[in-house]
């Protein structure tokens, strides 16, 4: 994935997080020479109209203006900070610093107008965690808030970091290969996978030859790769695919459902799962390691920590250990609410609780 910033989207970027009104200043339109200047709270000037166009006051009293199709800052009292000789310049960031173009070049300036990252880079993404991506002769890098390379430019393609890490791609011939890089610019795991995707919990999904495994953040195997997909962990547990076939594992890479079901889904409720095998369902509770192998015409999901269950045309419920609180012989069920559930037998409706005795 490659970083792009698009030109339609150049003054949406602009307005992004910087509708803050600053107490000291606020920005008018001089009607007479459609130019704009800055007034007080009262309605005082500060400066008459003397711009194209002021941008909102950032949380550093500082503004982007535009005179003469080129950008500069101004300070809440009026005074340049920054010259207008830029083609761009971006909202200042956590850190006081900005993004700016010049020519078809990107650089970075401080609060104090001084260039900290002279316009040598193709792109600069926005920084995030202290870090941004920066395109020099397409390869891709980044650098810190002080313009350090922490990682030299040299990729095809990066994702911006995300939890101390980076997805990286490197192209050789028609070979792409993926890795991830962690904060100190070293692959942690190396680029030497057909693709490589995040799967939370500071784990990954590692392709090769249409196969897939599980390596964590540090290069630790923790499956081998031989699934046909691997979905994200939750809660300690991911779905993963195998031969037409569903199972369960850990973030230790244990197989504690075997790929042996038709289907599995994740249930609402935290490490519960509906296993499904030849039209029949059952639940794994992964909080407690509990199987209720599939023997139900339907499940449902749990609701007040009771699921409703269909076995032969009769209705019941399980509670979330698995045992069957009230065995399957209604003609239909409602859930429970405040320990009560409407029940329909034999054309009567009534109410039960969740001991199954008749209750108003």
Not at 227 to 240: M, R, T
Not at 262 to 286: H, P, Q, R, Y
Not at 295 to 319: C, M, P, Q, R, V
Request: include cysteine; charged fraction near 25%; charge should be neutral.
């Amino acid at each position: 994935m490659k970083f792009s910033f698009k030109k339609s989207h150049i003054f949406i970027f602009l307005l992004i997080f910087c509708f803050i009104k600053i107490k000291a200043q606020e920005r008018y339109l001089d009607k007479n020479n459609n130019k704009w200047g800055i007034i007080d709270p009262k309605g005082n000037k500060i400066t008459s109209g003397l711009y194209d166009r002021i941008y909102p006051f950032q949380k550093n009293g500082l503004a982007q203006f535009v005179l003469s199709n080129k950008f500069g800052v101004i300070n809440s009292v009026g005074e340049v900070i920054v010259s207008n000789k830029y083609d761009i310049i971006y909202n200042f960031q956590d850190g006081g610093i900005a993004i700016f173009i010049i020519g078809d070049k990107w650089g970075i300036l401080n609060a104090n107008g001084v260039e900290i990252v002279e316009p040598k880079y193709d792109k600069i993404y926005p920084f995030n965690a202290g870090i941004a991506g920066v395109d020099r002769a397409k390869k891709w890098g980044f650098i810190d808030m002080t313009g350090k390379e922490v990682i030299s430019p040299k990729y095809d393609g990066l994702t911006p970091f995300k939890n101390g890490f980076a997805i990286a791609m490197m192209v050789d011939c028609d070979k792409i290969s993926f890795g991830v890089l962690n904060l100190k610019g070293e692959e942690s795991i190396p680029l030497k996978y057909d693709d490589v995707f995040d799967l939370t919990e500071g784990l990954f999904s590692v392709g090769v030859n249409q196969k897939r495994g599980v390596i964590s953040l540090t290069g630790k195997k923790i499956t081998p790769i031989k699934y046909d997909y691997i979905n994200e962990f939750k809660n300690g547990f991911a779905i993963v695919g195998i031969d037409e076939k569903q199972g369960i594992i850990n973030s230790k890479g244990e197989e504690v459902i075997l790929p042996i079901y038709d289907e599995i889904i994740a249930s609402s409720i935290e490490s519960f799962f509906t296993l499904k095998l030849n039209n029949k369902k059952g639940v794994f509770n992964g909080k407690s390691n509990i199987i209720i192998l599939p023997k139900y015409d339907y499940l449902s999901d749990f609701i007040n920590n009771f699921a409703t269950i269909e076995l032969e045309k009769k209705w019941g419920f399980i509670d979330m250990t698995g045992k069957e609180v009230i065995f399957p012989k209604y003609d239909s069920v409602d859930f429970f609410y405040n320990g009560k559930a409407q029940v329909r037998l034999n054309g009567d409706s009534f109410n039960i609780n969740t001991e199954g005795e008749r209750v108003p």
